[in-house]
């Protein structure tokens, strides 16, 4: 099918609510890729750090692009040994910028373990504490560290809020992250035929905890797997979720744009906001 078959709907919107676009994969073409997404009827789009170098980059897309793309500030972990006190420090700082709206991505990922598992939790306690102390939410990064993750909420994160970022466990998982009030965000993982246990996750879901975003440059959905993922692929994540709720294109897209709204404290959408301005990187 053409990219041009799926080309949203006049008033619809969506909001991808985790893209890196801050990172080197875009560096030849960011701009083009971020105005391919708006044309497409993408109109929000969270950038999340991966460290402070990431977190910093993000924050400048933020101010280039206001009220369209918005920053998480985190250090991920894979990097969790590069948070030193004055990178923590640094975060703090960088966290109050305009148009940060979330602590993120930070989390444990045991399946690579890139990071020492100490090393990660301390990250990980480090930021959680943060988020609580600035009150904004958490993108977490969850991976083969699921009761970890539920212990670390359980003792850091009393109060707060946020979301289990590409959610790929099941419906026991997802009941852990619901019931510590917790949104789940969907990403190209509910787009591949085998993923079962997930397709019923996404159709079960409450409607008002769900999210869809692409982790780009990564997790590309069919069709364009093996090529780099972009924002306005957010629109076959929507589709699939559509799909597998039995609503229309266009109610999900409502849904998740008001849950992204609520769970990131956006500002209202003003119809004006189609110019861009370019980001100096
Ligand atoms: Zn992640
Ligand atoms: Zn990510």
């Given at each position: 099918m053409?990219?041009?078959?799926?080309?949203?709907?006049?008033?619809?919107?969506?909001t991808?609510t985790?893209?890196?676009?801050?990172?080197?994969?875009?560096?030849?073409d960011?701009?083009?890729?971020i105005?391919?997404?708006?044309a497409d009827?993408?109109?929000?789009?969270?950038?999340?750090?991966?460290?402070?170098?990431?977190s910093h980059?993000?924050?400048?897309?933020?101010?280039?692009?206001?009220g369209?793309?918005?920053?998480?500030?985190?250090?991920?972990?894979?990097?969790?040994?590069?948070?030193?006190?004055?990178?923590?420090a640094g975060q703090?700082?960088?966290a109050?910028?305009?148009?940060?709206?979330?602590?993120?991505?930070?989390?444990?990922?045991?399946?690579?373990?890139?990071?020492?598992?100490?090393?990660?939790?301390d990250?990980?306690a480090?930021?959680l504490?943060l988020?609580r102390?600035?009150?904004?939410?958490?993108?977490?990064h969850?991976r083969?560290?699921?009761?970890?993750?539920?212990?670390m909420?359980?003792?850091h994160?009393?109060?707060?809020?946020?979301?289990?970022h590409?959610?790929?466990g099941d419906?026991a998982?997802?009941?852990d992250?619901?019931?510590l009030?917790?949104?789940?965000?969907?990403a190209?993982p509910?787009?591949?035929?085998?993923?079962?246990?997930?397709?019923?996750?996404?159709?079960?879901?409450p409607?008002?905890?769900i999210l869809?975003?692409?982790?780009?440059?990564?997790?590309?959905?069919?069709?364009f797997?093996?090529?780099?993922n972009e924002?306005?692929h957010?629109?076959?994540?929507?589709?699939?979720?559509a799909?597998?709720?039995?609503?229309?294109?266009?109610?999900l897209?409502?849904?998740?744009?008001?849950?992204?709204?609520?769970?990131?404290r956006?500002?209202?959408?003003q119809?004006?906001?189609?110019?861009?301005?370019?980001a100096?990187?």
């Amino acid at each position: 099918m053409p990219w041009d078959a799926r080309r949203l709907g006049g008033d619809s919107v969506l909001t991808d609510t985790h893209a890196h676009v801050q990172m080197h994969q875009f560096a030849r073409d960011r701009e083009d890729v971020i105005a391919a997404a708006f044309a497409d009827g993408i109109a929000r789009i969270v950038v999340p750090g991966i460290d402070l170098e990431t977190s910093h980059a993000a924050v400048a897309l933020a101010a280039a692009h206001p009220g369209r793309l918005f920053a998480g500030v985190g250090t991920h972990p894979h990097d969790a040994a590069t948070l030193t006190a004055e990178a923590l420090a640094g975060q703090r700082t960088l966290a109050r910028a305009p148009g940060v709206v979330a602590i993120g991505e930070i989390g444990l990922d045991f399946y690579r373990n890139l990071s020492p598992r100490q090393t990660q939790l301390d990250a990980l306690a480090a930021q959680l504490t943060l988020a609580r102390e600035l009150d904004l939410p958490v993108i977490l990064h969850n991976r083969e560290s699921h009761a970890e993750m539920l212990a670390m909420l359980r003792e850091h994160g009393h109060g707060l809020r946020g979301v289990f970022h590409c959610f790929i466990g099941d419906k026991a998982m997802a009941q852990d992250a619901l019931d510590l009030g917790f949104h789940l965000s969907f990403a190209g993982p509910v787009a591949f035929a085998k993923n079962v246990e997930l397709a019923e996750v996404a159709a079960w879901a409450p409607a008002e905890r769900i999210l869809v975003e692409t982790d780009s440059p990564y997790l590309t959905p069919p069709p364009f797997r093996g090529k780099r993922n972009e924002p306005r692929h957010v629109a076959l994540v929507a589709r699939r979720v559509a799909e597998l709720r039995g609503l229309r294109f266009e109610e999900l897209t409502e849904l998740t744009t008001r849950n992204a709204n609520t769970l990131f404290r956006l500002p209202d959408l003003q119809p004006q906001e189609g110019v861009t301005q370019h980001a100096s990187l």
